[in-house]
């Protein structure tokens, strides 16, 4: 089952149509506003908030970093402190 797709509203018709755009939040439907046809901000049912828009744990990453930094970060981040104090 595929997303329906997202409307889009330039922030002058959203501006025009806020009442239109609210009673379809209020029956699941989201749309994305945009300024200069680009997208700054997004009118959703409340419920998709919750669910959606909050950062996702970074429980789930843990240890995904191993041996990025060397054996010891300490003397990692020694190295790349002296290398830019040049």
Do not use: C
Request: hydrophobic content about 35%; charged content about 25%; proline content about 5%.
């Amino acid at each position: 089952m595929t997303k329906p797709e997202l409307r889009q509203k330039g922030a002058e018709d959203a501006k025009n149509r806020f009442q239109e755009l609210l009673t379809a939040a209020e029956n699941g439907e989201a749309t994305i506003i945009t300024k200069h046809g680009k997208p700054v901000a997004a009118l959703m049912p409340i419920g998709n908030y919750a669910t959606d828009s909050r950062q996702q744990a970074l429980s789930p990453l843990a240890g995904s970093g191993r041996g990025l930094w060397g054996k010891t970060r300490t003397r990692t981040l020694r190295k790349l402190l002296n290398e830019w104090s040049r």
